[in-house]
């Protein structure tokens, strides 16, 4: 079972955008809410967006509004789309899924199941 990293991670300037997918494999896709989480130098890792088995959105505040979570059954595959980056997204950024009880975007890092390989965002000048 594993929710990976693929594509997507890199150097991209400010203002520029990046699309990260976490592609699922071995897992009831439908079953899972997929979290993306980040982690930045010196820092604990923090939940960024989630998304809920019936496809209920959750972002934390400082992305809102710039980043989109989405999922697409036929790939089970879950995207990041990253529009208007900051210098302060720039961490590396992991997904992981957790079995969908309630429907709600709910993704507490303590509680997901399975981790992806994270991929490195740096947003620089």
């Known amino acids: 079972l594993r929710c990976s990293c693929r594509r997507g991670g890199g150097l991209v300037q400010p203002g520029g955008s990046l699309r990260l997918a976490c592609a699922t494999s071995g897992l009831a896709f439908d079953a899972y809410a997929i979290g993306w989480f980040r982690q930045a130098p010196g820092k604990e890792r923090v939940g960024v967006s989630c998304?809920?088995?019936?496809?209920?959105?959750n972002h934390r505040d400082s992305v809102k509004g710039r980043f989109t979570i989405s999922r697409d059954k036929r790939r089970n595959t879950v995207y990041l789309q990253m529009n208007s980056l900051k210098p302060e997204d720039t961490a590396v950024y992991y997904c992981?899924?957790?079995?969908?009880?309630?429907?709600?975007?709910?993704?507490?890092?303590?509680?997901?199941?399975?981790w992806g390989k994270g991929t490195q965002v740096t947003v620089s000048s």
């Open positions: 998304i809920s088995s019936p496809g209920r959105t």
């Open positions: 992981a899924a957790v079995f969908d009880y309630s429907g709600s975007p709910d993704c507490p890092p303590n509680n997901m199941g399975y």
